[in-house]
């Protein structure tokens, strides 16, 4: 009996204790540091918004309700656009994709805030966009980029979906 206490119960004790002492300052360490996370990520969306609307004065969140696929939408106080962040399906799981759109129901730019893509085929998607936003083009009419057919996807649909929640929220009219 003592050889099975020493050779088996006191380690099982040991690593016991020393998961449930880690698991304790991880959630010691993730109390401490969510807030501050939370609020950067909250800067970095609003200076995203700042960069696809820069004639706005302020964005309001929209609380109307909405479909489950979209995050969140504000609108401009001055009646400049919209935002749509949208979460889409890609080929390596969820994305999340902020677009903007123009008082008059128009496309006007989109940042992907995060995604789970292979960055070689991401790469190709957002090269793509980078030279159709170049040229005043849109995404919207392309058929597919070579390579990157899932992922391409998922981006298209992310902006049609921003500008069918566009309409259903009635376009820029501030409530």
């Known amino acids: 009996m003592k050889n099975f206490l020493k050779d088996f119960a006191a380690p099982?004790?040991?690593l016991s204790?020393?998961?449930l002492v880690m698991a304790g300052a991880l959630a010691m360490v993730n109390h401490i540091t969510y807030p501050v996370i939370a609020e950067a990520a909250a800067e970095r969306a609003l200076e995203t918004m700042r960069d696809l609307i820069p004639d706005a004065d302020e964005f309001v969140r929209i609380e109307n309700e909405l479909p489950e696929y979209v995050h969140a939408a504000y609108r401009t106080t001055n009646n400049v656009g919209v935002i749509v962040v949208?979460?889409?399906r890609g080929f390596g799981g969820e994305m999340r994709i902020m677009n903007a759109i123009s008082q008059n129901g128009e496309l006007i730019g989109s940042s992907v805030l995060s995604h789970s893509e292979t960055i070689s085929f991401a790469n190709r998607v957002f090269a793509a966009r980078d030279d159709r936003e170049l040229h005043g083009e849109s995404l919207l009419d392309v058929d597919a980029v070579s390579g990157a057919t899932v992922t391409f996807r998922a981006y298209q649909n992310a902006?049609?979906?921003a500008?069918?929640?566009f309409n259903m929220i009635g376009g820029n009219e501030v409530e």
């Open 17 to 19: 204790v020393i998961c």
């Open 86 to 88: 949208i979460n889409v």
């Open 12 to 14: 099982i004790l040991a």
């Open 163 to 165: 500008l069918e929640v």
């Open 159 to 161: 902006n049609r979906l």
